[in-house]
């Protein structure tokens, strides 16, 4: 495709309940990150992938949080017994090669907005 | 980790005239300084990125300018239509290959471009 894809765009769910959040990257792109963002807020770095290889997962909030990437291109969030706090928009990015490679910029989906009530 | 500042978090201008974003960093070892724009609805767009070798760089009516021994930088919007109405975002990011060279962003600033 021409962007990175995420679905689904809006996701309502109650507390308690698990979720799953898909991300479509641009093909052929080797890394991959999931951010949370806030209302109001800059996007936070959730995790990082390379390849089907998951090297920083130094931003999940909690083992609730999990995610995958089995064949290094579709990604899932999966989020465990959400809370109310859980509440943000999901986003994800991708970019062609690892590391700051020169013309290599990060690009981000439109994002998944989770409304936990 | 790092911690990125920016100011300020609303900015309103008149069309036609300039505006200016500022952002701090606190670890030295970042190189990469992205900016974004967000739209209502949509994900971050890069509007222009500097490396920590450069001073300056331009491209249309946007320039970004980094002082590094100062630890900040800034985006420049001259010439602003309403078009140019989004959050813009900072961000900062150092080589550390393990972590994809993750960014750290900043806050956000609303930009009102009032016609």
């Known amino acids: 495709g021409a962007g990175v894809s995420q679905s689904p765009r809006y996701k309502v769910a109650k507390r308690g309940q698990d979720v799953a959040l898909r991300c479509d990257p641009i093909s052929g792109h080797v890394s991959l990150f999931w951010y949370q963002q806030a209302l109001g807020q800059g996007p936070e770095f959730l995790t990082y992938?390379?390849?089907?290889?998951?090297?920083?997962k130094s931003g999940l909030p909690s083992d609730r949080f999990f995610a995958e990437r089995p064949e290094g291109s579709v990604s899932t969030l999966k989020i465990q017994r959400t809370q109310q706090e859980d509440s943000a928009v999901y986003l994800c990015?991708?970019?062609?090669?690892?590391?700051?490679?020169?013309?290599?910029?990060?690009?981000f989906g439109n994002g998944t907005r989770l409304t936990v009530t | 980790g790092e911690n990125v500042e920016q100011h300020p978090s609303t900015l309103s201008v008149q069309e036609g005239d300039s505006a200016v974003i500022k952002c701090t960093y606190s670890d030295s070892a970042s190189n990469y300084f992205p900016w974004y724009k967000q739209e209502l609805g949509k994900g971050p767009q890069l509007i222009i990125d500097?490396?920590?070798?450069?001073g300056e760089k331009k491209d249309q009516r946007i320039a970004v300018t980094l002082n590094k021994t100062a630890k900040h930088f800034s985006l420049h919007i001259t010439e602003t239509q309403p078009e140019d109405s989004a959050v813009y975002f900072c961000a900062a990011s150092k080589p550390l290959k393990a972590a994809g060279n993750k960014l750290t962003f900043g806050g956000g600033t609303r930009v009102l471009v009032k016609p």
């Open positions: 500097i490396r920590s070798n450069v």
């Open positions: 990015a991708s970019r062609h090669r690892p590391g700051q490679a020169v013309n290599s910029p990060l690009h």
């Open positions: 992938f390379q390849n089907e290889a998951q090297l920083d």
